[in-house]
């Protein structure tokens, strides 16, 4: 047992890569939604890592995913399994550079699942933790443009085709209802309390719950973050339950299932250092040290515009392992669940163009627009008062020939009870006229 008490002190460390994530192969659609893929390019970030060439010592992930799947299969090919991998040298830990265990180094195992798996979900030829995320990726996500109504905007209409998430058989573990994290709905509209989030990495649709009003560089900006059920255990949780259907293993609080996402490897998902994570699991390892602030997932999302300013995916790849006893170079390993690497996802400052353009759509706006219609009424009085003065000169102080009865009075103006008086520039002459009979006489 020597072997497992030295993995219970093992600490790794990491090193860290900026993504670059742009939307491709975009068209827009006449239902009111838009088509794209992400391209995604990870860029070593060396102020923050260890040397990319510096060795770091990993679990063997394809050995042990093979000795704990081997649990499901009969003595006789478990023992044939044994000799084959003595006969490789497997060992179940590795020695390999970081880059190497990000950007995939060759094994035997993973070359020979390549062969052999069927090829709508052929996995690379070699074993990288995040060798599927560097390109273009695969995945068609087709969008609402909130041409239709605002309270889809931002959500995923399909996933290549599909209105269910293909890795689970039943609700609400399937809901693809969610945003892909460009933009949510506006809670200024939609008047929920929960957001969703879908990426691939966590293989299911993630909630997001408001918290608190607050703002970003004088923007309004809503809190939002995990509810505290999300990896609750299916005993306090039953809608956690198709997360591990039929009678597969269901985790403590803190793990979730994602093996339908990671080629049926036994990957499980949880917060970084186990955080709201059962005790048995921050015990297991030495090191951890869930701390809220560094660990927890958050995003702030303007209200009216559904556009997140900041926001952080902070998620820890698990890989649970099984005994073994019948497999030779894992006999000694004791069930448990192993920390591997954890992801951080999100945005920490927006660009100064769009920080000015949520400003002048947002707070800016807020002022400008009132200012703007109270001053378009002035304007528009003034412009009605203006049109009315000038038209009333026009007809009242005209040059020419007025017809009164059966006289012409010239340059005329002001008409004063029965007497008319005439404006002139030089002088004011008073008119009197006749009277005149039923008849006409004078």
């Known amino acids: 047992m020597q072997e497992a008490r030295e993995v219970k002190n093992i600490i790794f460390f990491f090193v860290f890569f900026r993504e670059d994530m742009e939307k491709v192969n975009i068209r827009f659609h006449d239902n009111g939604t838009v088509s794209y893929q992400h391209k995604k390019i990870l860029r070593f970030v060396p102020e923050l890592s260890v040397d990319r060439t510096h060795k770091i010592t990993v679990p063997n992930i394809p ?36 880059d190497e265990l990000v950007f995939g180094y060759d094994d035997s195992l993973v070359s020979l699942a390549h062969k052999f798996y069927p090829k709508r979900k052929k996995p690379s030829n070699k074993m990288g933790l995040l060798i599927s995320r560097n390109g273009t990726l695969a995945e068609v996500h087709n969008m609402y443009t909130g041409e239709t109504g605002m309270q889809e905007f931002g959500l995923l209409a399909n996933l290549n085709g599909k209105e269910t998430l293909p890795y689970w058989d039943e609700a609400p573990c399937n809901d693809l209802t969610a945003s892909e994290g460009s933009f949510f709905p506006p809670r200024y509209f939609t008047k929920r309390d929960v957001v969703y989030l879908y990426d691939k990495d966590l293989c299911r649709t993630f909630p997001f719950q408001y918290r608190e009003s607050g703002e970003k560089h004088g923007i309004p900006a809503d809190l939002y973050t995990p509810p505290e059920d999300v990896f609750e255990d299916v005993r306090q949780n039953p809608e956690n339950k198709c997360f591990c259907p039929g009678n597969e293993y269901c985790p403590p609080k803190g793990l979730q299932n994602i093996s339908p996402c990671q080629y049926d490897a036994p990957v499980y998902l949880s917060f970084p250092h186990f955080l709201d994570a059962d005790p048995s699991l921050i015990n297991e390892v030495e090191g951890l040290n869930p701390v809220r602030q560094k660990h927890q997932s958050y995003f702030r999302i303007q209200p009216k515009l559904g ?72 304007f528009g009085s003034c412009l009605i008062i203006a049109v009315f003065v000038n038209a009333y000169k026009s007809i009242m102080f005209t040059k020419k020939t007025i017809q009164i009865g059966m006289k012409n009075l010239r340059r005329g103006s002001l008409l004063i009870s029965s007497n008319r008086l005439i404006s002139r520039r030089e002088t004011y002459t008073l008119l009197e006229f006749p009277d005149v009979d039923a008849d006409g006489e004078v």
Not at 70 to 94: C, D, E, H, R
Not at 350 to 377: E, H, N, Q
């Open 63 to 98: 050995l042990l995913t093979l000795s704990t799947q081997s649990n499901n299969m009969g003595y006789w090919l478990q023992k044939t399994i044994s000799v084959l991998l003595a006969m490789g040298s497997s060992k179940p830990f590795v020695s390999v550079t970081a």
């Open 307 to 378: 556009v997140p300013v900041e926001g952080k995916v902070r998620v820890q790849l698990n890989l649970r392992i099984q005994q073994a006893p019948n497999i030779n170079p894992v006999k000694d390993f004791k069930t448990m669940v192993f920390p591997v690497m954890w992801l951080e996802e999100g945005i920490d400052e927006l660009t100064p163009p769009i920080r000015r353009w949520l400003y002048v759509a947002t707070t800016f706006a807020d002022v400008a627009c009132p200012l703007m219609t109270y001053g378009f009424i002035i």
